[in-house]
């Protein structure tokens, strides 16, 4: 393809998820509910200086008789809160056939950990996310070792290239108190093994929202690059995994230890 045709297809607005010296902090509901939800969450999103919300729209869920998601509704809230608030948006991909539609709307593609050996899903989102200059966040499987993570990632990079973080988000042992086992070690076992940046869901590896902040602050101090953490207004209300959403007195407080924490490596929240 010739260059100009690959520079029409970028889009101008380009922020890279993780930047040199930064810690990225994503934070919004597990699911869409409504536009008045994602509106009041992503408010407060901006108001901490933050520049990423995420929001599911297709929800993967364990149970098929839990709430699915808004779907494509979902999606056209996400893109007009985002441009409302000036956020960058974050939701998943669940199946190849919808990634073009979904890239439409949001800014990064998110792999859930059911799909992390989903390979067609990989391929397809490593081609859209490189012609359209989408950002993908890659969750590590939760019965998958690191090799195999890393081997995905190289399925979504090997398809021309685009930026790709992973994301640790509790593996499955035979601790049932929390919901998986964040895996911490996995930090600086990837800054060993790869170059791609790393972050940590503590929302979905603890489960329990007491659990969400220390988890955040044992994340940056072994050297994550980002965080990507559940909020919601009026958590005991949330359709989705609201026992391990943040309400806003808790995002607030995890916003100013995290502050503190990330100084202290010299590093700046955004
Ligand atoms: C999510 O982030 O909404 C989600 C479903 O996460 P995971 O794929 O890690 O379970
Ligand atoms: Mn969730």
């Keep these: 393809m010739k260059k100009d045709n690959l520079t029409n297809n970028r889009e101008s607005k380009d922020i890279k998820l993780i930047e040199d010296g930064c810690i990225t902090i994503i934070a919004g ?5 409504s536009l008045k939800q994602l509106d009041i969450i992503a408010k407060k999103v901006k ?6 919300l995420r929001g599911g729209a297709y929800k993967p869920r364990t149970s098929p008789y839990s709430f699915q998601g808004l779907e494509h509704e979902g999606l056209e809230y996400l893109k007009e809160i985002g441009s409302k608030y000036n956020l960058r948006t974050v939701t998943e991909v669940t199946d190849a056939e919808k990634v073009d539609e979904i890239a439409k709307y949001t800014d990064v593609l998110q792999i859930g950990t059911r799909n992390m050996s989903n390979f067609a899903l990989l391929k397809k989102v ?4 490189h012609e359209k200059n989408k950002k993908v966040i890659l969750k590590r499987g939760w019965a998958s070792t690191i090799k195999e993570w890393l081997l995905s990632a190289e399925y979504v990079t090997s398809r021309g290239g685009c930026e790709v973080v992973l994301c640790e988000r509790g593996i499955r042992t035979f601790e049932t108190y929390t919901r998986f086992t964040l895996d911490l070690s996995a930090v600086p076992v990837i800054k060993k093994l790869s170059k791609l940046p790393i972050i940590i869901d503590p929302s979905h590896a603890t489960g329990q ?4 902040i220390p988890m955040c602050r044992a994340a940056i101090a072994v050297g994550a690059d980002g965080l990507i953490v559940e909020i919601h207004h009026n958590p005991s209300e949330a359709l989705c995994d609201g026992q391990q ?3 806003p007195k808790q995002t607030s407080e995890m916003l100013h230890q995290i502050n503190k924490i990330s100084k202290v490596f010299g590093k700046k929240i955004r």
């Design 29 to 33: 509901p597990c699911a869409i509910e």
């Design 47 to 52: 108001e901490c200086g933050l520049s990423f």
């Design 126 to 129: 490593g081609k859209v996310a």
């Design 209 to 212: 929202s007491d659990l969400v």
């Design 245 to 247: 959403a943040l309400d």
